[in-house]
T-cell receptor, first 109, second 115 residues
Framework: GQSLEQPSEVTAVEGAIVQINCTYQTSGFYGLSWYQQHDGGAPTFLSYNALDGLEETGRFSSFLSRSDSYGYLLLQELQMKDSASYFCAVRAGGFKTIFGAGTRLFVKA | DAGITQSPRYKITETGRQVTLMCHQTWSHSYMFWYRQDLGHGLRLIYYSAAADITDKGEVPDGYVVSRSKTENFPLTLESATRSQTSVYFC??????????????FGPGTRLLVL
């Protein structure tokens, strides 16, 4: 089967750094994406990695290791508004995108 | 307004009824997707479309029908609604494949309750 595993919850304090991991097992792989979703809202795109390494976009960075079927999202200088759910997603084949169950991030003051 | 819109935003129906959820995008994106989101399951792909008149099944297509006669519209029909189809439905679109073109832009969602 195809699956993506990520922690269900993470808690961190404002100003800290947090890492959300994602391991995947899929029949094909074209790239790993990350999306953010606030309660009651729609998912919004954060980052995409097709090749190994780190991609940085402002306070957010994303890493991929294809040999380990592993990636992570790194959030720096956490702010209260970063409290949300974060989903990793893999384009596994054709244009089928498989999403993880999501990690709920709680940022405390 | 430009973007991706869904209608209705909220819908209550009864088991056995046919329901159609609408999705419209103004970017002329080639790819469009339908997902359902349930607690504990994240987003699950129902159907997707690579272009007008080209559709394919996702992870959970049973009980759903799609069509795409025009690039900008991608309606999702529940042929005979069941309680298990109570969910939040998101439509999304993307330019194409590879790199930044893979970014999916999501509509605001339709909250469907089947009684």
């Amino acid at each position: 089967g195809q699956s993506l595993e990520q922690p269900s919850e993470v808690t961190a304090v404002e100003g800290a750094i947090v890492q959300i991991n994602c391991t995947y097992q899929t029949s094909g792989f074209y790239g790993l994406s990350w999306y953010q979703q606030h309660d009651g809202g729609a998912p919004t795109f954060l980052s995409y990695n097709a090749l190994d390494g780190l991609e940085e976009t402002g306070r957010f960075s994303s890493f991929l290791s294809r040999s380990d079927s592993y990636g992570y999202l790194l959030l720096q200088e956490l702010q209260m508004k970063d409290s949300a759910s974060y989903f990793c997603a893999v384009r596994a084949g054709g244009f089928k995108t498989i999403f993880g169950a999501g990690t709920r991030l709680f940022v405390k003051a | 307004d430009a973007g991706i819109t869904q209608s209705p935003r909220y819908k209550i129906t009864e088991t056995g009824r046919q329901v159609t959820l609408m999705c419209h995008q103004t970017w002329s994106h080639s790819y469009m997707f339908w997902y359902r989101q349930d607690l504990g399951h994240g987003l699950r792909l129902i159907y997707y479309s690579a272009a007008a008149d080209i559709t394919d099944k996702g992870e959970v297509p049973d009980g759903y029908v799609v069509s795409r006669s025009k690039t900008e519209n991608f309606p999702l029909t529940l042929e005979s609604a069941t309680r298990s189809q109570t969910s939040v439905y998101f439509c999304a679109s993307s330019v194409g494949s590879g790199g930044a073109m893979e970014t999916q832009y999501f509509g605001p969602g339709t909250r469907l309750l089947v009684l």
